[in-house]
């Protein structure tokens, strides 16, 4: 039997930790790599053409809040809205990376591809801010004293203003002046009271409105920009109009996985303090459009 024996020579030692070396490097960097890939959050945008349109309610629509009245004409730049509400999936990469924790977990659990829910109005511009960083794009949201202020001519993520939300529920310049977001029918577009369950559901498995964009109405309850004031209708300016310059209360729309009819009507408003929430609310984000 013949045996052979190698002698390790400093020479040789030192080849053999550079081949280990290089190796172990290579495999970090494909390992970070695969783990970079799989955390990318990948925003699918829609281009919302800017128009004229009649936003809140008539006075004749018995359907119609207070807070919907007057119907007044409001002119809006053109701008970018995400297809699909914020998932739960994307949520967790941004608490990931802040070192935060979950919201209080739901009855029907933490399902990937449900929209997020249980977020404040506080915590869902954090996400925009840290979205738009993370894609080198300029933050919207800063603080000035107790106060946050939005950039709308910033490129980055941001809450649409009530306005941007309305016009998307609507159709935008493509309207076909629909009950809902999308259809007369109710339940080919939106998860509401009558047909959920009594939970959220996966976004995107209704049928989209006349702009592609799926879930305006039902799903969960969606942030907006705007300080809330049912009687600011009545001075409201139609020139890419931005809500109250001072509030409580932000506005939320769109209705919910738990709302009846009439709450998921385009023009429908509730309002809640920024730095509280529910477990239907959630939100989506859009982009100014920069030249």
Same mark, same amino acid.
């Given at each position: ?8 020579t400093p020479k040789l ?16 960097? @494909? ?11 990948? /925003? ?11 936003? +809140? ?13 007057k119907e007044h004409t ?6 970018? /809205? ?21 919201? !209080? ?17 506080? &915590? =869902? ?9 993370? &894609?080198? @794009? ?15 001519? =910033? ?15 609507k159709g935008g310049s @493509? ?10 029918? @109710? ?6 009271? +009558? ?26 309850? !969606? ?21 109250? !310059? ?20 385009? =023009? ?24």
């Amino acid at each position: 039997m013949l045996y052979y024996y190698y002698i390790c020579t400093p020479k040789l030692i030192t080849k053999l930790m550079k081949k280990i070396t290089f190796y172990s490097t290579l495999l970090i960097t @494909l390992l970070s790599l695969f783990a970079f890939k799989n955390s990318l959050i990948d /925003i699918e945008l829609i281009k919302i053409q800017g128009g004229t349109f009649k936003m +809140g309610s008539k006075d004749s629509d018995g359907l119609a809040d207070v807070d919907e009245q007057k119907e007044h004409t409001v002119n809006l730049n053109t701008f970018e /809205i995400s297809k699909f509400e914020v998932t739960v999936w994307e949520w967790k990469q941004f608490i990931k990376a802040n070192k935060m924790k979950m919201p !209080e977990k739901p009855s029907w659990g933490w399902q990937d591809n449900y929209p997020i829910n249980g977020v404040t109005w506080n &915590e =869902a511009i954090a996400y925009c801010n840290w979205l738009s960083k993370k &894609e080198k @794009l300029q933050p919207a949201y800063t603080k000035k004293g107790p106060n946050f202020i939005c950039n709308f001519k =910033a490129n980055g993520y941001r809450l649409p203003t009530e306005a941007e939300w309305e016009f998307a529920a609507k159709g935008g310049s @493509l309207s076909k002046s629909f009950k809902y977001s999308g259809s007369n029918n @109710l339940d080919e577009i939106a998860w509401h009271k +009558g047909n959920s369950k009594g939970t959220p559901h996966t976004v995107g498995t209704k049928l989209p409105n006349e702009l592609g964009v799926y879930d305006m109405g039902g799903n969960v309850w !969606e942030w907006c920009w705007d300080w809330y004031n049912k009687d600011f209708y009545k001075l409201e300016k139609g020139d890419n109009p931005k809500g109250p !310059e001072m509030g409580e209360r932000r506005s939320v729309r769109g209705g919910s996985w738990d709302s009846q009819q009439n709450y998921v009507r385009p =023009a429908n408003r509730i309002s809640t303090e920024p730095n509280k929430t529910h477990e239907f609310y959630g939100f989506r984000v859009v982009r100014t459009i920069t030249k």
